[in-house]
């Protein structure tokens, strides 16, 4: 981000920092949550503290548009959300969950996962392990995955990507994760599913099935739940961890070590991005206004995916970078090498991660020509 901001080249890229970036070349505010914030506004009589696990209605009301309307868990009390500051304030719960209330236990991330995922896990002094995901051929490694899931230690916990995986925007199939719900089961594993990027992938409904099948499927799992990509509410850091238990009892029990964790982490968590949430999916008009804005965001995003493969095939590299319009949510895996990223940097001002992981939602869909002949000057 530094050295970006300290190149005067007017032509350049920023396709590192992951936010959403509209036409303009802005990351908007969502006309739902305009919306939200002026009724807000003109109801709002205190500015008093919430509750230990946050505002209720917001608690409620994600937990549901996660698990799904229908859900046999919400009808038996068996689930719940903790409000966080953020999705990586869910993260930082979570593990500080596992590090006192369940000692001992191991955390497996993918081979790669977003780098933070490390730091806090390991920060909070859990063991940190790792299991193949992606591998030297920029190529999902399902097999190799499976293999190393046999032999996590029963009872560990794997973290697991619910849709549009960072950094590698490779997602599991159908059929992937109902294998890797087969290993969970008779490994007695724990999930925490990371849920950042919902209607990002496929869809609001659809990016959620794999949360929804292990809720079926499994007595007891973790959820973080983010609302900075799909709401736009990046700086209100707003998100929740959301408890699935095996019975009601246990769920109370889990949540009161939860408001506990939570209180000497940052007392009680901000307000304002999940008063807009909950005035968002609590009101018909707004929620139906959201679900579009979503989908064009969506749709954005696959449709520069597809442009610059297309404009990569005119120097012959389509076929080298084909898995890009494959991939699903802001990021790709690219494949650059480190070697290529840094010749992107000094001979373009092309900006991305050193291992190739680049921000396709902040690509200029009017230079995707630029950006490709930048790719073929360095690949060639």
């Not at 959300?81 to 719960?93: D, M, S």
């Not at 799992?221 to 246990?250: D, P, W």
């Not at 991660?353 to 790719?375: F, K, M, P, Q, T």
Request: proline content about 4%; charged content about 20%; hydrophobic content about 40%.
């Amino acid at each position: 981000m530094d050295a970006y901001a300290r190149d005067g080249n007017p032509r350049k890229f920023d396709l590192g920092v992951g936010v959403y970036k509209d036409a303009q070349g802005l990351t908007p505010v969502l006309a739902a949550v305009k919306r939200a914030e002026q009724q807000l506004l003109e109801q709002q009589l205190s500015k008093t503290y919430v509750n230990g696990h946050g505002d209720v209605a917001y608690g409620q009301l994600l937990t549901r548009m996660v698990l799904g309307d229908d859900s046999p868990l919400l009808a038996a009390s068996r689930a719940g959300a903790t409000q966080t500051p953020g999705g990586t304030g869910a993260l930082r719960l979570s593990g500080e969950f596992l590090r006192h209330c369940l000692p001992g236990r191991g955390i497996w991330l993918s081979d790669p996962t977003w780098p933070i995922h490390e730091s806090i896990y390991a920060g909070v002094g859990l063991e940190v392990h790792h299991y193949p995901y992606v591998g030297a051929d920029n190529r999902l490694n399902v097999e190799a995955m499976l293999a190393c899931l046999e032999q996590i230690p029963q009872g560990d916990v794997i973290l697991l990507h619910a849709c549009c995986h960072n950094p590698t925007g490779f997602d599991l199939s159908h059929a992937d994760w109902r294998r890797v719900l087969d290993v969970v089961k008779r490994r007695e594993l724990l999930p925490l599913i990371d849920f950042a990027y919902q209607g990002f992938g496929d869809g609001l409904e659809e990016d959620a099935w794999a949360v929804r099948l292990f809720a079926d499927q499994l007595p007891e799992m973790l959820v973080t739940s983010s609302c900075s990509k799909n709401f736009g509410l990046y700086r209100e850091r707003t998100g929740a961890l959301i408890v699935c238990a095996s019975t009601e009892s246990k769920l109370l029990d889990v949540r009161s070590q939860l408001a506990s964790l939570a209180r000497n982490l940052w007392s009680t968590p901000p307000d304002h991005g999940a008063a807009v949430v909950a005035q968002i999916l609590g009101t018909p008009e707004l929620k139906s206004l959201w679900a579009d804005e979503v989908q064009t965001m969506r749709s954005r995003i696959a449709q520069l995916r597809r442009g610059l493969v297309e404009a990569l095939e005119r120097y012959g590299l389509d076929h080298r970078f084909g898995y890009i319009a494959e991939q699903r949510g802001m990021f790709s895996y690219t494949g650059l090498t480190p070697s290529e990223v840094q010749q992107l940097r000094e001979r373009y001002s092309v900006y991305m991660v050193s291992n190739g992981r680049a921000n396709v939602a902040g690509i200029d869909a009017s230079r995707l020509d630029e950006l490709a002949a930048a790719i073929a000057g360095v690949c060639r």
